[in-house]
């Protein structure tokens, strides 16, 4: 898939666990894991606004568009 979450990286970089963030944002743990390992097929808007103002950050900050490359298989 080309668009690659960074919300492990943000998460380090604010210095704030998955347990925290799943309690400021009102998601659970596992839909929080699955959006963290790029598991996640859709995100609401809603949700990614929480996670931005729970973060500090802006959605360019999380999410990220990387061409695929030719040779490799798409998911």
Same mark, same amino acid.
């Given at each position: 898939? +080309?668009? &690659? &979450?960074n !919300? %492990? +990286?943000v998460m380090a970089q604010?210095?704030?666990g998955l347990t925290e963030l799943s309690d400021r944002?009102?998601?659970t743990l596992a839909n929080l894991s699955i959006l963290k390992? *790029?598991?996640a097929k859709a995100i609401r808007f809603s949700t990614l606004d929480a996670i931005c103002r +729970? !973060?500090? *950050?802006?959605p360019g900050d999380i999410l990220k568009f990387?061409? %695929?490359q030719p040779g490799t298989a798409a998911e």
């Open positions: 898939m +080309a668009i &690659v &979450v !919300l %492990d +990286a604010r210095k704030i944002v009102g998601i390992n *790029c598991r +729970a !973060l500090e *950050c802006q990387v061409e %695929d």
